[in-house]
């Protein structure tokens, strides 16, 4: 095998969504290109590559797990996903002054905006203030230390540009992909999971519960007024929730939404996708949906039409209103509107599935995402 890769990030295998997306199926798929070991906070089920479970979202602990990855593995590229892991890498490779590592680091999101962004329309703004000033101190120093840097999205370099007024010399935008049994048509699940309440059309939405942003309970608050707004519609139309119980929902439910809670089963999860006609990004501007970019691909990837605000295809933007999917305004109205259209009008719209699917295919695997990601990552290693 070729160079040493140690990847750290957040990587929480109770949460198999989300942050454990992009440093999973990265890793997966970079062991074709590098001896990789994997640290994170839960990596129990990386069955791919050595790897430590550091269990604490501690800046201390991340550092003394990095620094015996460095002293017992001896990397030639540190990557660091995020601004916990970044911070903790940059600190380890500085009191490790002897180790030649390659420093690499990846931001998934632009955190301070996402903070900003919620600010006056969280329960606790002083909260979301002190997160918002801790994250641009934060990520500041990672953009300023000189360090490589992969975005998982075109908007964070110009994001990047705006708040600090510095363009990083070597940025990169590479974005996350699909799993290959999403991509794979062939391994169809046999029964429909919403035979009982057809011959509405499904609308899907995904919105697990998540460790620290509010960005899938602001989705699931929009579904919920969207299925008010089409609630005398239900033989036409029921949305159904994934990765949320109803218990955990404080407002009054319409009857034409079922909340199927987290569906821990990867073929559950599928059938559930594959089997729904419509899937649903019902992100407010407030949300400041990075993490919406996961959901959308695999709902592109699953041959669904898409209806989305224009929140939820942040970082996605190759991906167009009425080439790809369907892009609506932010109101419920509608949302709900161009949601019973589309159910109406089904087969009208099969033209924009299938081009996003060629463009998901061609562009957007996790193989293809590695395969660029290696060789910036050799570029790098090589001066």
């Known amino acids: 095998m070729g160079k040493r890769l140690l990847i750290v990030s957040t990587l929480d295998s109770s949460q198999p969504f989300g942050a454990f997306t992009r440093p999973f199926y990265l890793g997966q798929y970079l062991t074709q290109h590098f001896d990789v070991f994997q640290l994170g906070l839960d990596c129990s089920s990386v069955d791919y590559a050595p790897s430590l479970s550091i269990g604490s979202r501690s800046l201390k602990s991340y550092i003394q797990s990095i620094e015996k990855c460095i002293d017992e593995f001896c990397p030639d590229i540190v990557y660091a996903q995020e601004t916990l892991p970044g911070l903790a890498a940059l600190i380890s490779l500085k009191l490790r002054k002897h180790s030649s590592s390659s420093l690499v680091l ?25 997160q918002c000033i801790k ?8 953009i300023f230390s000189g360090s490589p840097i992969i975005a998982a999205g075109e ?7 705006q708040w600090y007024g510095k363009i990083p010399q070597q940025i990169y935008s590479i974005g996350n992909g699909v799993t290959e049994d999403l991509l794979n048509t062939e391994v169809f699940p046999d029964k429909d999971p919403y035979q009982a309440l057809r011959p509405a059309k499904i609308v899907v939405i995904i919105a697990p519960k998540t460790f620290q942003f509010p960005t899938n309970d602001m989705s699931v608050s929009m579904a919920i007024e969207v299925a008010k707004c089409l609630e005398n519609h239900q033989e036409k139309v029921h949305f159904v929730v994934i990765g949320r119980d109803s218990s955990d929902i404080s407002e009054p439910i319409p009857s034409n939404i079922s909340f199927l809670g987290f569906l821990p089963k990867r073929e559950d999860f599928i059938a559930h996708l594959k089997y729904a006609d419509i899937a649903l990004l019902p992100f407010s501007k407030q949300a400041v949906a ?23 295809l942040r970082g996605l933007e190759e991906f167009r209103n009425l080439e790809h999917l369907l892009v609506t305004g932010y109101s419920s109205e509608e949302v ?5 259209d589309a159910a109406s009008n089904i087969d009208k719209y099969q033209s924009l ?11 957007y695997s996790w193989n293809a995402k590695s395969q660029n990601i290696a060789e910036i990552l050799m570029k790098i290693s090589a001066f």
């Open 135 to 142: 994250t641009y101190i934060a990520q500041g120093i990672l």
């Open 155 to 161: 908007s964070i370099p110009k994001l990047i540009s």
């Open 353 to 363: 599935v299938e081009t996003a699917y060629t463009l998901i295919t061609e562009k």
């Open 336 to 340: 709900a509107n161009t949601i019973l």
């Open 290 to 312: 990075g993490g919406a970019r996961n959901k959308a691909l695999d709902y592109f990837a699953s041959r669904k039409l898409v209806i989305s605000t224009p929140e939820g």
């Open 106 to 130: 990846d931001f998934h999101t632009f955190s301070p905006y996402e903070y900003w962004m919620r600010l006056f329309s969280v329960a606790n703004p002083f909260k979301e203030f002190a």
